[in-house]
């Protein structure tokens, strides 16, 4: 019982040690993969987080009641246990962000690419990993499917930003995946082989086709609801599923 103000001295000064390395390690991260509005929202977090920090360390040096300046202590403790998750998944998310920012830097690479989808794949799959287990369904199955969206929206804005033409996922990725599964198709007969083919190549050749097809998928990813009015609600009635 006689060490126990040692004790508490000892682990209020660890907590702030702890707490100074998570901000430190958490504003390099931050610096090197956020732009200026990101970084400026990051840096109010944090700064109210720091204020936070601040007065409960004041309050615990303070000559208060010593329930107080325990409850003081456990605060300070459950805050550096935030600022601990937070620093492995900003650890998680820089490769992400610098793998995205590899693919407009300078020509993009079929590397480039893939290390952008394993890299964000692992990000939102941990940093989702909380809500999964609430989510209701399997959460392999609920982070997969987060991750997969995330990452191919993240992608899609991101070269849609550079050039609203120049989204991967427009009509060349469309002809690109027609010609594949063309391919695929070894019992297709001769002439319908060549219909798809000339199909295809107008789809990729004709500017009026390639710009709505780019348009569709740009609403899909991006404002599927604008879809409501100029097709889905006559396609889903031709399904039946729409009265």
Not at 154 to 183: K, M
């Amino acid at each position: 019982m006689g060490n126990q103000p040692t004790d508490l001295d000892l682990s209020i000064y660890f907590h702030s040690f702890l707490f100074l390395v998570f901000i430190l390690v958490l504003a390099r991260l931050h610096w090197k993969m956020d732009s200026v509005p990101r970084l400026i929202l990051v840096a109010i977090k944090y700064i109210a987080i720091s204020f936070i920090f601040l007065f409960l360390f004041l309050n615990w040096a303070s000559d208060v009641n010593p329930s107080l300046r325990n409850g003081s202590l456990y605060i300070i403790t459950a805050i550096n246990f935030y600022m601990l998750w937070s620093v492995i998944v900003t650890a998680f998310e820089y490769p992400y962000r610098k793998a995205l920012k590899g693919c407009v830097t300078d020509v993009c690479t079929g590397l480039d690419l893939e290390n952008a989808f394993s890299t964000g794949t692992r990000y939102y799959k941990f940093r989702y990993f909380w809500t999964s287990l609430t989510s209701g369904i399997s959460p392999w199955k609920f982070t997969h499917a987060v991750a997969a969206e995330r990452t191919r929206n993240d992608l899609h804005h991101l070269f849609v930003s550079l050039d609203p033409e120049a989204s991967i996922f427009g009509s060349r990725l469309y002809a690109q995946f027609l010609r594949h599964q063309l391919a695929q198709e070894k019992g297709l007969p001769p002439e319908k082989r060549v219909v798809a083919e000339k199909t295809i190549d107008a789809l990729e050749n004709d500017k009026w086709l390639r710009e709505q097809t780019t348009q569709f998928l740009d609403h899909l990813l991006a404002n599927p609801e604008e879809l409501l009015e100029t097709g889905l609600k006559e396609s889903l009635r031709h399904e039946g599923r729409l009265a």
